[in-house]
């Protein structure tokens, strides 16, 4: 095995990487802020992926429907947190957790009523179609532009976060909520916000996994799962342990199809297990949204 | 009056911790609050800032009936508040406590004053504008914390035990504070432990004991009245 195998092989981890990183940010964050657990992120992760095919079929158009989607999923998010969990706020975690596990079945029948239940193909534009030799191979121009949008939108959400006077209140409110409103600031707005973005993050990871896996109604169920885990192993809530952990995981899914391809679903599992045995808060646990 | 309470009770689950407190705060005034441990002193100052879930009663500000009003806009009509355990958020530094305290109806001129005149009235802060806030001392961050609150320009200040586990240099300093805060306009709702200096500075006081006002009247007075002093204030 060639090193330039092995090296391209990482790439395709981190490309698979780069969707699980979007997705866990998403929840990371609305965890980090809202003390949400959202069970209906993977909903919203399938949502995204039909509104994707839906928009691509009235227009034709692969970058319309990029940037409709996360605006789309992300209302669909403002909606859900306006009218649905903000009433549950200040009555214990379980209430939010339940509604949003009630919410992601009912989107899941609403997607098989409107699309069917049968898989649908999705495929990538014809621009990122094909192969591009990037010296150590030829690699899917696809993959290669997954880990490029989510590289570039990681460092908007970092400056966001880290320099704007919203990222100020966002950070101070995932350790203080009260004395933020103390000082006249409406966190609810805050908050309304900060989900809004999460299910927006979660609804374009969607669309970004269509060309690779197909678009399909349960596809939610397994991007919670994997979304949960990576949160877990980076540590709940924060932002750069669900980027650290998301690259970790695809890293060892795509390591794990070549030497042990029946173990590829299971890689995760074995690095939370072996996370919460050495690090129990996980990688980057309690240390803040961007700690 | 800027500040008048009326019959104000507050439930924490069951138990009925305010009973009808009566108190009020006219403009320029210093007013204290004291009483002992217990006594209900945070959760009035909480009560008025919209922080307890279960109260009713009547506050008004300036004329308006703020009891429905959620937090922040009892903030944004200038109230400010110093809550007991300091609250600095951790994570940020000092500049980034301070900023939080000028989002909210602050102007880009009123901030830029506000962080121009912190030299005069924090020295200690502005050594330390980039320093991680929860690396302050405990002084250090009760006036992060005072200047946060007072960086909002608030018209009334409330402060919860500002002084508590403070060395004295700093508590004459902080004293010193509030004399100047209340030369430049600002009224001042203040509990203290220190009941002798609290009165020292103080226009007047209320004295609150198992939830009730029980004795209110001029700070002089009350200075001289040990027999008061002792009944509602010692340990
Ligand atoms: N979160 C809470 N839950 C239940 N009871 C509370 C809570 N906070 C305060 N209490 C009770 O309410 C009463 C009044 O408390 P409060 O904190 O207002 O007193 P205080 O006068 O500020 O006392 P201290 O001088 O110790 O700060 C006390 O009996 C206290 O035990
Ligand atoms: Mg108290």
């Known amino acids: ?291 | 009056m800027m500040l008048t309470v009326t019959g104000l009770n507050a439930w924490y689950g069951r138990s009925h911790v305010l009973q009808g407190v009566d108190l009020t705060v006219g403009r320029g005034e210093i007013v204290s609050l004291i009483g002992r441990n217990g006594a209900g002193k945070t959760t009035t100052l909480r009560a008025i800032m919209g922080l307890i879930a279960r109260r009713s009663g009547r506050v008004e500000f300036e004329g308006v009936d703020i009891l429905p009003l959620p937090v922040h806009r009892r903030h944004r009509l200038g109230i400010g508040f110093v809550p007991e355990d300091r609250r600095i958020v951790a994570g940020l530094s000092v500049r980034e406590n301070l900023r939080l305290g000028m989002l909210a109806g602050v102007d880009r001129g009123a901030a830029a004053a506000f962080m121009a005149s912190l030299s005069g009235m924090f020295p200690r802060l502005v050594e330390r504008l980039d320093q991680p806030a929860d690396t302050l001392s405990g002084g250090e961050q009760q006036m992060l914390a005072i200047a946060r609150a007072l960086a909002s320009a608030p018209k009334l200040m409330m402060l919860d035990e500002p002084s508590e586990g403070i060395m004295p240099v700093l508590v004459d300093e902080m004293f010193q504070l509030f004399g100047r805060m209340r030369r430049d306009g600002t009224t001042i709702l203040l509990i203290e432990q220190n009941v002798e200096r609290a009165l020292g500075i103080s226009d007047r006081a209320y004295i609150i004991d198992q939830g009730r006002i029980v004795h209110q009247g001029d700070a002089p007075a009350l200075l001289a009245d040990t027999a008061i002093q002792e009944r509602y204030c010692t340990v």
């Open chain 1, 1 to 291: 095995m060639s090193p330039n195998f092995l090296l391209l092989q990482a790439f395709t981890g981190f490309a698979l990487g780069a969707i699980y990183v979007l997705l866990a940010v998403g929840l990371a964050l609305v965890f980090g802020l809202l003390t949400v657990i959202n069970f209906a992120h993977g909903a919203m992760f399938a949502v995204g992926a039909y509104i994707g095919i839906f928009v691509f079929g009235l227009t034709g158009n692969f970058w319309i429907s990029l940037v409709i989607v996360p605006l789309a999923v992300g209302g669909i998010g403002l909606v859900v947190e306006r009218v649905l969990v903000r009433p549950l706020y200040g009555r214990g975690i379980d209430y939010p957790l339940l509604l949003t596990f009630g919410l992601s079945y009912v989107l899941l029948d609403l997607i098989r009523i409107l699309w069917g239940k049968q898989g649908l193909p999705f495929d990538a534009p014809d621009a990122l179609s094909g192969a591009v030799d990037i010296g150590i191979g030829y690699f899917p121009l696809y993959r290669l532009f997954l880990i490029a949008l989510t590289a570039a939108l990681l460092v908007g959400l970092w400056l966001f976060i880290d320099k704007t006077s919203y990222g100020l209140v966002i950070r101070a409110g995932a350790r203080d909520p009260e004395i933020v409103r103390v000082l006249g600031i409406d966190i609810a707005r805050v908050w309304l916000m900060v989900f809004g973005i999460g299910t927006g993050l979660a609804g374009l990871a969607g669309m970004l996994a269509a060309p690779l896996q197909g678009v399909f109604p349960e596809m939610g169920t397994p991007a919670l799962m994997v979304a949960f885990v990576i949160t877990v192993i980076g540590g709940m809530g924060s932002l750069v342990g669900a980027v650290v952990a998301g690259l970790l995981v695809g890293l060892a899914e795509s390591f794990t199809a070549i030497f042990a391809p029946q173990f590829s679903q299971l890689s995760m599992y074995v690095i939370m297990v072996l996370v919460l045995l050495l690090r129990p808060q996980g990688l980057f646990g309690r240390a803040g949204l961007l700690g």
